[in-house]
């Protein structure tokens, strides 16, 4: 009996009500008061509503691709900087402060910057590619800067061709460590798209984030379908922390290992 209860799965679901107890309970403090904090059930039944309508799968897909795109470029220039910097270790000192600069600056900051240099469509994009690119490099650096010190004097005197020294043994060698950099960074990615589209709203495209900025400037049903479509962004990030769980099982990446 006790197994049963102290199971995950058994855990999980405890958490999920106790998240819906707390929620309806923010409803009720809030004096229930859908113009102020609607409550789950009619967000809920709002959310679901829209799974009929093409206009949501434009939305997720939107988002999707734009996160898509600026993750894609942001991990190989991050990849390919960090493979770099892995084989020259000196010049790490050469990029360190733009990496620091990249991580200290505020997203919302970015985001008002990049409406003047790129415009309102292709913000989001280039926003997702400045919070990835440092993620990823520094997990492609940490990984060659953690290669066994006896591999590499091995590999140098069996092969002196540092480019295939590079590709066969060295990247394989830290690809735990350049897993683990996208794996975070990609859900990640997605939070950053949905908030940069929120922040930027612009009509020329479809998102997740413009639905939600839209919804809340209409308020027709009060703020029920701006919590309605980020209840789908929930769902939608949820699936995608489950591929990610997915992937890390079929690679066996454990984080806390690589961490310490």
């Not at 988002?63 to 790490?92: P, Q």
């Not at 897993?179 to 495209?205: D, N, P, R």
């Amino acid at each position: 009996m006790k197994k049963y209860i102290i199971n995950r799965y058994t855990l999980t679901i405890l958490g999920i009500i106790f998240f819906f107890l707390l929620w309806y309970l923010i409803f009720i403090l809030a004096g229930s008061s859908i113009y102020i904090f609607p409550d789950p059930i009619s967000v809920i039944k709002e959310a679901f509503s829209y799974f009929g309508k093409p206009y949501l799968y434009k939305c997720i897909w939107g988002s999707l691709y734009r996160m898509l795109i600026g993750f894609s470029v942001a991990s190989i220039l991050g990849i390919a900087l960090g493979m770099l910097v892995g084989n020259f270790t000196k010049m790490k000192y050469v990029f360190n402060p733009t990496m620091i600069a990249l991580r200290s600056v505020p997203t919302a900051a970015l985001v008002f910057l990049l409406l003047v240099l790129v415009g309102f469509k292709n913000a989001s994009l280039y926003i997702v590619m400045i919070i990835v690119f440092p993620m990823v490099y520094e997990a492609t650096v940490s990984g060659y800067q953690n290669i066994d010190k006896y591999v590499i004097m091995a590999m140098r005197v069996d092969s002196p061709n540092a480019f295939r020294n590079n590709f066969k043994v060295k990247l394989p060698l830290s690809m735990p460590y350049i897993a683990v950099g996208l794996t975070t960074s990609f859900a990640l990615s997605f939070k950053i798209e949905i908030m940069a589209e929120a922040l930027t709203s612009s009509s020329e495209s479809y998102g997740l984030g413009r639905a939600i900025s839209v919804a809340f400037s209409n308020q027709t049903n009060g703020l029920i379908s701006t919590f309605a479509y980020a209840f789908i962004a929930i769902l939608v990030m949820l699936i995608v922390s489950l591929i990610i769980w997915i992937i890390k099982k079929a690679f066996h990446i454990d984080l806390k290992s690589l961490s310490n």
